[in-house]
C-alpha cells in the first residue's frame, strides 16, 4: 500500500515525525491500522475510538482521525494488545484492527520487531519499512465487534463547579468537600 | 496577547478546530496557558508534561508541545482542576500554570463559562474569544512546582513478549500467564 488515510508514504512518515517528535515503527503500522479501520466505519458519520496500548498507537488514531484525548472520543484500555477499534458511538458497533503475529512468518523484520526477538540496535530500519509497506493490509486481523455498554459515550451534564476550601481552585463538586488533588494526590513535591 | 506558541489567533482557532473537531473555549485558554509554560521551561532541551484535566487541555498540549498520549511525554492526572504543568524530565522542575477564578471579575464571560454560572446557550462565544485575548496572561497562575518522583519518566527496558493462550495476540509477559483482556476486561460484548 502506497498510501495512509490520503498521505502518501512520504508525508505520513513526515506528518507521523512532525507529531510524535520522532519517527517510531509502532505508529507507522499504526497508520495502516486505522486506515483498514476507517475504510470499514466510513458508513458512520461519527465514531468514536478504542486503543488497547497506551504507547504510539493513540498518536496514530489522533492524527488520523477526529478522535483525541482531549476531545474525549478515543480511549486508551490498555490491555498491552497491539490494536485498535472505530466504531459508532451510541450502538457501540464496530471493528477491531490488530496487528496479528501469526501473519508475520514473510516478514521477518516486523516479526523481529513486534516479538522483540531482536535487539533494537540489530534492527533494520529500511527493511522494516520496506517489509510493512509491501505486506499492505496481510499482517492485520481484522474483527467485527460490538463496544461494551460502559465504554461508551456518556452524554456530559456539566456539573457544579466549586471552589476548593484547601488549595482555592475550582474542581468539580461531586468530586467532594475538597479537590482529588487535596484528597491526598502525590503530584508535586 | 496576539499570538500562541507563535500562531497568529485565526492560525492557533483553525488548528485547534481542525485537531479537536470543534471550537472548544477551554482548548483556546489552554493554548494560552502552553504558551506561559513553554516561555519558562525554554532552557529545557526536553520537557515532560502533565495535564490535571481529562478535557481540552490535552489537545493544546499534544498541538503545541512534542508532548503527546501516544509517546509517553504527556500525562494525564486528573484531579478535576484546569492546569497544566511542563517540567524539565529526569529531575522534574518545572512551572504549573492554572487558570485562576479569582482573578476572573474584570473578564464575566470567562468566569461565567468556567464556572459554569451561565447556560451553555446564554454565553456569548465572541464575547469570551474577545475577554481571553485581551486578558492575555493577567487571567492566569503560575507556580514553580518539581514533579513527585513517581511521576517522572522511567527508561523503558521493553520486557518479553508473550503470545496469550487465551486470545493468541502478542502482549508484555509480564501481565501474566494470559493478556489483561482476557484476565477478564469489559471491551467488546
Known sequence: MNSVCGYSIAEYIQKL???????APGLFIGGYMVDIAKRHVCQYEIFDAICESPACLPDAIQMLTPCT???????????????????????GHGVRISLDAAKLDAYPEIKNWFLRLTAKSEQN??????????????????????????????????GRIALCVSCGEAYPEEDGTVCLACQGMDIYR
Chains 1, 2 share one sequence.
Open 125 to 158: 530500519r529500511d527493511d522494516l519499512i520496506r517489509q510493512i509497506i509491501d505486506a499492505g493490509d496481510d499482517i492485520y486481523s481484522v474483527r467485527e465487534v460490538t463496544v461494551s455498554p460502559g465504554l461508551l459515550r456518556k452524554h456530559k451534564h456539566g
Open 17 to 23: 515525525t512532525d507529531f510524535h517528535g520522532n519517527f
Open 69 to 91: 484525548i482531549g476531545n474525549g472520543w478515543l480511549k486508551i484500555v490498555d490491555t498491552g494488545r497491539f490494536a485498535i477499534a472505530l466504531y459508532e458511538k451510541t450502538g
